[in-house]
Nanobody, 125 residues
Framework: VQLQASGGGLVQAGDSLRLSCAAS????????ITWFRQAPGKEREFLAG????????YYTDSVKGRFTISRDIAKTTVYLQMNSLKAEDTAVYYC???????????????????WGQGTLVTVSS
């Protein structure tokens, strides 16, 4: 299983950015694909997740209304659209995948079996 995260870069506060997570060699039955991020000196935190079959969406409160997760089934890719970026959004962003999660466990990073390599987002103020 491979997850390839991309789309990070250097932007200014208020800008938008779209991250991509391309999944391969993954059986998508019961899979949830999720975005986490890790800022320097901080723990990796859950941002948003999407259940591949059914499209159920999960968000952490701090990004609701600014970040949108979506998927392209044909491209087996999950996106994270990030709007109104702030300096505190600066972090390495990771996508992860797991099977068999229920809603209450989607945000628990220990539940994820597969991780992408991370893509750096830097927001200058």
């Amino acid at each position: 299983v491979q997850l390839q995260a991309s789309g990070g870069g250097l932007v200014q506060a208020g800008d938008s950015l779209r991250l991509s997570c391309a999944a391969s060699a993954l059986t998508f039955n019961s899979v949830t694909i999720t975005w986490f991020r890790q800022a320097p000196g901080k723990e990796r935190e859950f941002l948003a997740g999407i259940r591949w079959n059914g499209g159920n969406l999960y968000y952490t409160d701090s990004v609701k209304g600014r970040f949108t997760i979506s998927r392209d089934i044909a491209k087996t890719t999950v996106y994270l659209q990030m709007n109104s970026l702030k300096a505190e959004d600066t972090a390495v962003y990771y996508c992860a995948a797991a099977r068999g999660l229920i809603a209450s466990t989607v945000r628990h990073r220990g539940r994820y079996d597969y991780w992408g390599q991370g893509t750096l987002v830097t927001v200058s103020s």
